[in-house]
């Protein structure tokens, strides 16, 4: 019998294959996103977690052979970040709730998956913080030639937490899949010249700048 481990793997292997023939228009079936074909060493049932893919009407399976229902596998949505402040999440420097992008949050949920981010709070700052800028500056300055982000009341050298945010940020895009961000427009970190902004665009994800 074959280690569930194995078997998760080719599950997962099987599932990019679908999808990129899909992508490419040589698939013409639907990708129904089921369950990882793990199965226990004890009963020999599927029971793994969502992961693995059938084609077209079940795939020939019944349902019965699945942990869970196969709708609630239906479609496929690609994951995006997106700043957690249009979200209404209150992380921005004063701490208050900035104004919600509705609009946009709805329009964008119906095809994608909405991955919130707060750089600056994945780099260790507090909320409310200092609100510090890049006195004109770009990220890729910050980045390649020492440019240095000060708190302007404090007087603190917070570079650091804003270049680690943007590592973080750009790791759970890896993690989750994201090639594309809604991000703040105007921040120090998220813009899209900001210092997030610019680690995300190295990592080959797309910025997409939100006033």
Same mark, same amino acid.
């Given at each position: 019998m074959k280690c569930a481990s194995l078997l998760y793997r080719q599950a997962r292997q099987e599932k990019t294959t679908l999808l990129h023939a899909e992508r490419r228009g040589t698939? $013409? @079936?639907?990708? @129904?996103?089921? #369950?990882?074909?793990?199965?226990?060493?004890?009963?020999?049932?599927?029971?793994? /977690? /969502?992961?693995?893919?059938?084609?077209?009407?079940?795939?020939?399976? /019944?349902?019965? %052979?699945? #942990?869970? /229902?196969?709708?609630?596998?239906?479609?496929? $949505? %690609?994951?995006?970040?997106?700043?957690?402040?249009? #979200?209404?999440?209150?992380?921005?420097?004063?701490?208050?709730?900035? $104004?919600?992008?509705?609009? #946009?949050? %709805?329009?964008l949920k119906k095809k994608l998956v909405l991955v919130p981010v707060c750089p600056e709070q994945l780099g260790g700052m507090p909320t409310p913080r200092d609100a510090a800028t890049l006195n004109g500056g770009t990220g890729a300055q910050v980045l390649d030639e020492g440019l240095r982000i000060v708190a302007p009341e404090t007087g603190q050298d917070v570079t650091a937490h804003y270049v680690n945010g943007g590592r973080y940020t750009l790791e759970i895009a890896r993690v989750v899949g994201a090639k594309r961000a809604y991000l703040k427009g105007g921040s120090p970190s998220c813009d899209r010249e900001g210092i997030a902004g610019e680690i995300l665009k190295r990592g080959g994800v797309k910025v997409i700048r939100v006033p």
């Open positions: 698939l $013409k @079936t639907d990708l @129904t996103v089921v #369950l990882s074909r793990q199965v226990s060493l004890d009963s020999g049932h599927n029971v793994g /977690p /969502p992961g693995g893919v059938i084609v077209g009407e079940h795939g020939g399976k /019944p349902e019965s %052979e699945f #942990l869970f /229902p196969v709708a609630e596998y239906q479609g496929y $949505k %690609e994951p995006v970040l997106i700043s957690a402040c249009f #979200l209404g999440v209150p992380c921005r420097w004063h701490g208050r709730k900035a $104004k919600k992008r509705d609009a #946009l949050i %709805e329009r």
